[in-house]
């Protein structure tokens, strides 16, 4: 089962609540399942510059490096900022020039998003967690977007530890019973459900 929560400020007053409101409602979703989160900000428009979030999981990158390419390509100034396995570039360059050149030049990583206003982080584990280590609560802004992703049975093959065989028999257990539920009481592929003449 996956949730998602958003919410949208339409006071400059409460901005700088955004972050903690947001992680306090990620936080109640967490019994859904612990299993991946990811929340999106929109704070500090600019227009004068594009910000992109870029996600290097699993990966060592040297960002120092990647922006000097990336800002001699573009003919641009580029700064970044790193957090955990996340970087965020900011360039007065075109956000889509500037995409296109880090999926081009730097495989490895995943654009997860860009423009004037929004950072995008996402990683496995907790929401709380999630939300705690990249600092969703201390994040200002008008409106965000955050929620998590329950694994499914490959998933969990793939991340569960040596050794480790209740995950995988749990989650298979919970796809099909949440088949069988899904489609119980649904039209055959063979029914036509078309009532126009």
């Known amino acids: 089962m996956c949730g998602i929560v958003g919410l949208f400020l339409k006071t400059e007053r409460h901005e700088q609540e955004l972050g ?16 991946s989160a990811g929340f999106a900000v929109y704070g500090d ?19 120092g490096e990647v922006c000097g390419r990336l800002s001699e390509n573009l003919e641009s100034e580029v700064s970044y900022r790193t957090i955990l396995d996340h970087a965020v570039i900011e360039t007065p360059a075109a956000g889509s020039e500037a995409r296109r050149w880090i ?17 995008i982080y996402k990683a496995v584990g907790d929401p709380k967690l999630v939300a705690e280590r990249h600092g969703l609560a201390g994040r200002r802004g008008t ?8 694994r499914t049975v490959n998933q969990w093959l793939r991340l569960r530890e040596p050794g480790d065989t209740q995950a995988p028999a749990k989650a298979r257990r919970k796809a099909r019973t949440g088949r069988r539920r899904r489609y119980e009481g649904l039209p055959s592929a063979k029914t036509d459900t078309n009532t126009d003449p």
């Open 45 to 63: 428009d600019r227009d004068d510059r594009t910000r992109l979030t870029v996600l290097a999981e699993g990966v060592d990158v040297d960002w």
């Open 103 to 119: 999926i081009d030049h730097v495989p490895e990583v995943t654009v997860l998003g860009f423009g004037h206003a929004i950072e």
């Open 20 to 35: 903690r409101l947001t992680a306090l409602m990620l936080e109640q979703m967490r019994d859904r399942g612990p299993d």
């Open 143 to 150: 409106h965000a977007i955050a929620g998590y992703n329950r």
